[in-house]
């Protein structure tokens, strides 16, 4: 029964920069892949960014290639996504979800287990 929970979101201009953590609690193995996904209102849930076991690692929306960098923390059991240059098109709810599998996916339903999500704004 693993948890996953996220935090770092909040208000930011134009050009600011956020780390965003995601921690993990409960059984877990290297037979996985933690992706973090956003949702902005009235949108798709959009993957952002995955990193396998292997610690390979996968930038999705070109837009946020250049920008984000997903990485594990020096212990190991957390992510987090390092944003820079934010952008107004870069607000919207960010989960970090996990899914048993080898290779990264940005396919929301491959993945099992969900935070709560973590509310990113983007504004002057």
């Known amino acids: 029964q693993l948890q996953l929970a996220e935090s770092g979101g909040g208000l930011v201009q134009p050009g600011g920069s956020l780390r965003l953590s995601c921690t993990a609690s409960?059984?877990?193995?290297?037979?996985?892949?933690i992706a973090w996904f956003r949702q902005a209102p009235g949108k798709e849930r959009e993957a952002v960014s995955c990193?396998?076991?292997?610690?390979?690692?996968?930038n999705y929306p070109d837009s946020v290639k250049g920008r984000f960098t997903i990485t594990r923390d020096i212990a190991g059991n957390g992510v987090w996504l390092i944003m820079n240059n934010l952008k107004p098109e870069d607000t919207a709810v960010y989960f970090c979800?996990?899914?048993?599998?080898?290779?990264?996916?940005?396919?929301?339903?491959?993945?099992?287990?969900w935070g709560q999500g973590t509310q990113v704004t983007v504004s002057s």
């Open positions: 979800g996990r899914a048993p599998r080898w290779q990264c996916s940005p396919r929301s339903t491959d993945f099992t287990s």
């Open positions: 409960g059984f877990t193995s290297r037979y996985s892949v």
């Open positions: 990193i396998t076991g292997s610690d390979e690692v996968i």
